[in-house]
């Protein structure tokens, strides 16, 4: 069954700091760019960040620059997001997504997790 898992969210408080998991199962996964989105309320979906799955180059998209970091492990099938300096504007259910590239368009993947819930607040 092919599934991607998503973990790691949860309460912090600003400047504060989580690292977000993406496990997935059932596909090939080295064979695919992993791509982290996010949607707060109210507001589309939008780009933070994505791992290629060639050469592991990766990518920040304006939300993720500078304050994210992108890894992934393929042994454990495993992309992890680590936030830091984390703010309000932050605030949004995290996705991770398999697709053939990075990009910031979501209509170019082919997988998605079920979301993780990342809330900034004091």
């Known amino acids: 069954q092919l599934q991607l898992v998503e973990s790691g969210g949860g309460l912090v408080q600003p400047g504060g700091s989580l690292r977000l998991s993406c496990t997935a199962s059932?596909?090939?996964?080295?064979?695919?760019?992993i791509g982290w989105f996010r949607q707060a309320p109210g507001k589309e979906r939008e780009g933070v960040s994505c791992i290629s799955s060639s050469d592991g180059s990766t990518f920040y998209y304006d939300s993720a620059k500078g304050r994210f970091t992108i890894s992934r492990d393929n042994a454990k099938n495993t992309v992890y997001l680590q936030m830091n300096s984390l703010k309000s504007a932050d605030t949004a259910a995290y996705y991770c997504?398999?697709?053939?590239?990075?990009?910031?368009?979501?209509?170019?993947?082919?997988?998605w997790g079920q979301g993780t819930q990342v809330t900034v607040s004091s």
């Open positions: 059932g596909f090939t996964f080295e064979h695919f760019a």
């Open positions: 997504a398999a697709g053939p590239l990075c990009t910031d368009y979501d209509g170019i993947y082919d997988y």
